[in-house]
């Protein structure tokens, strides 16, 4: 009985033997990577989750169509007509990408409120991991908006004058932008008891922000206090940065504010992208954990 297993042990199959070398799963062992790792399998399941609510899909494809045509048309006309048109497109991507947010908000009430985070509770998954999947499958959802925000601004007779590599940059800035404000739906989802009060809530101070902003007017324009707030609004920034990046110039008749943020749009953006980051998936992980744990 010795002699047998003292050969099964010694067999060239290795059968019995803990596995040696490379491990097959070796992102796993990494923090890191395998935040990474859990984050796309989360980021893959959201986006195939998408067919059962296509409701969710339709919106962030024909919210921008209603957009373009309610400001460069209804409002546009009386603002600088094709010029502005033209102009208007910065502004109008700098709200569709901060609207997304609500995409954000919405995807991850529902998950809290049907369960479906309590039953990944129950798997070895990171808490950033889980939160981090969400905003990274609504960047897609994003894509997505800007296409069509972009399609319909060349049908309104908007056209870049600038290299590809400054459209590019441009683009990749507006995302960006989006992935930092998809931290901010995570949290008003967290904070907030079911999906209706997310939605609303989530709406709520978009509105405030993308319009006192100079998205689609001056912001110079704007009386008192607005004037300020308008200036270091961040979605202003934005749509600055895209101007520049795109080559598009004011219309006739358009004040441009000179303020710090002005003249460093993109530098500006980025940096703002960067704090809210910071502070929201800090905030949002606190918040994850609490309302986890009760």
Do not use: K
Request: aromatic share 10%; proline share 7%.
């Amino acid at each position: 009985m010795t002699a047998t297993t003292d050969t099964r042990t010694a067999s060239p199959s290795g059968q019995g033997a803990p596995p040696t070398g490379a491990s097959p799963t070796r992102a796993r062992r990494s923090p890191v990577l395998r935040v990474l790792a859990e984050s796309a399998d989360l980021a893959l399941r959201n986006l195939l989750h998408l067919r059962r609510t296509p409701g969710l899909l339709i919106t962030c494809l024909v919210e921008p169509v209603v957009y373009a045509m309610l400001i460069g048309y209804v409002f546009g006309n009386s603002l600088g007509g094709p010029a502005y048109r033209s102009y208007m497109l910065g502004g109008l991507l700098a709200q569709t990408v901060a609207f997304t947010t609500t995409f954000t908000t919405v995807g991850l009430s529902r998950d809290l409120e049907q369960g479906m985070v309590d039953r990944f509770r129950t798997l070895p998954i990171s808490r950033v991991a889980l939160l981090l999947g969400r905003t990274t499958s609504d960047l897609a959802t994003c894509v997505a908006s800007m296409a069509v925000t972009t399609a319909c601004g060349l049908l309104m007779g908007w056209r870049p004058h600038a290299g590809p590599f400054e459209v590019a940059a441009g683009f990749l800035l507006a995302l960006l932008f989006s992935f930092a404000m998809s931290w901010i739906g995570v949290f008003v989802a967290l904070v907030t008891p079911n999906a209706q009060v997310a939605g609303s809530l989530g709406l709520i101070w978009l509105f405030p922000a993308t319009f006192i902003s100079s998205a689609f007017v001056s912001g110079s324009s704007l009386p008192g206090p607005l004037s300020t707030v308008a200036v270091w609004n961040p979605i202003t920034s934005l749509a600055n940065a895209l101007r520049h990046f795109f080559g598009n110039t004011p219309p006739p008749g358009f004040r441009v504010p000179h303020d710090w943020p002005a003249q460093h749009p993109a530098l500006y953006t980025a940096a703002c992208s960067a704090l809210l980051i910071a502070v929201f998936v800090t905030l949002s992980t606190w918040c994850y954990r609490a309302r986890t744990s009760r």
